[in-house]
């Protein structure tokens, strides 16, 4: 039997995420699986550990990466620090601020949901005015909405929620590794990531950590923590001390992957890999305009990594994705929710935010332009 792996086509992944894997991630993949609890292994959980805290720029002594996707991340964070009755504000500018409140709301939180028009930001006053007028036990809010390519003030909210006392949950799924992300400096008590958006991993490891305050509270909960998977009380005995037990068996190749691809943006410079996604977004909203098209953010709100470009009046989004898709093996995505149709959302994510791969795509969108009208 052959298998089907072999016609697999080589894409250039523009979308929302994943985005293009480093060839060393690959080749870290493949690797030999050592045990889940063998020395050698334990030595790569430690190293990664430090590597995340250099990331997420935090002292966090909890800072490791939760086995599933971003969602995983997001739950991790919610079911550990969320009990029946807590006071919840989520500020809503997409889908993943949308995510958040169902989350909480399941675990029987009262959820307060502030929205805010899609594609426009959370605004410090409307935050404000909010937190003056009832108490809070957490607030949670999406740094990058990859549903739109709004970025929001995340320093800017974390100085007013840090003197009322409440936790701040911050999801950075595609912020992280991008644009800055501050976790001690901006008052963040517990924050996840995904490793398929600016990490340039494939999909499956939910970088994740928790301030002092986050491990009080879950210290101090009333109830155990509704999820056996996820609790992280449990998942601690596995990642952290001199002496590992098991708790699940950890995606080994996975964790690999994750280290190879720390190791990639950690040795180019922070900084550096910011200004590399600034930079080629620029480049790319200049080629974007000189087609005659319009960015659908206003530039003050743009994330780099994720552009959402308006589709054309009368232009077949969905067959100008399809040309890209099959005839230059570029993959880009549609808009979601209430911007299906109405916007295409172009990643310059990683090792994807990268010249040849800005000027492969306009000339490509060019002329599947052409070709779908
Ligand atoms: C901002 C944001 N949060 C959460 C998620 C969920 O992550 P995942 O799809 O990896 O579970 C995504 C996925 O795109 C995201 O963009």
Not at 70 to 88: I, K, P, W, Y
């Amino acid at each position: 039997m052959t298998s089907t792996l072999l016609d697999i086509d080589e894409v250039l992944l523009m979308g929302p995420g994943p985005s293009a894997i480093y060839p060393s991630v690959y080749e870290a993949l493949a690797a030999p699986t050592l045990g889940h609890l063998d020395a050698q292994f334990i030595g790569i959980m430690d190293a990664i550990k430090g590597q995340l805290r250099d990331l997420f720029r935090t002292k966090n002594m909890l800072t490791l990466p939760m086995s599933g996707t971003g969602s995983a991340g997001m739950e991790t964070c919610f079911v550990n620090l969320v009990e029946q009755g807590d006071r919840v504000l989520v500020l809503i500018n997409g889908v993943f601020g949308k995510r958040m409140a169902d989350v909480a709301q399941r675990l029987g939180a009262a959820v307060t949901a502030v929205e805010f028009e899609w594609g426009t930001e959370v605004t410090v006053d409307r935050v404000k005015e909010e937190l003056a007028k009832a108490p809070y036990d957490i607030v949670a809010v999406v740094h990058a909405e990859t549903s739109t390519g709004v970025i929001n003030p995340v320093a800017e909210i974390g100085k007013l929620v840090k003197p009322m006392g409440a936790l701040y949950i911050v999801d950075t799924v595609t912020s992280l590794g991008g644009i800055e992300v501050s976790v001690d400096d901006w008052g963040i008590d517990a924050v996840y990531s995904g490793t398929q958006k600016c990490l340039s991993c494939p999909p499956g490891l939910s970088p994740a950590s928790f301030s002092d305050r986050a491990l009080e509270k879950i210290r101090g909960r009333s109830k155990t923590v509704p999820n056996w998977y996820l609790d992280l009380s449990l998942i601690s005995s596995y990642w952290d001390g001199a002496k590992r037990s098991y708790h699940h068996t950890a995606p080994i190749n996975m964790l690999y992957a994750l280290h190879q691809s720390l190791t990639e943006i950690l040795s180019e410079g922070l900084e550096n890999a910011w200004a590399r996604h600034r930079t080629n977004h620029e480049a790319l909203v200049a080629g974007i305009e000189k087609l005659g098209l319009a960015m659908f953010v206003s530039p003050h709100a743009r994330l780099p990594m994720l552009n959402a470009v308006a589709v054309p009046d009368g232009v077949d989004e969905a067959r100008v994705r399809s040309i890209l898709r099959n005839e230059h093996k570029i993959e880009i995505g549609a808009g979601l929710g209430s911007l299906a149709g109405k916007i295409w959302r172009v990643g310059l994510m990683g090792y994807t935010a990268r010249p040849e791969n800005v000027q492969r795509f306009l000339s490509a969108l060019e002329s599947s332009l052409r070709a779908a009208a």
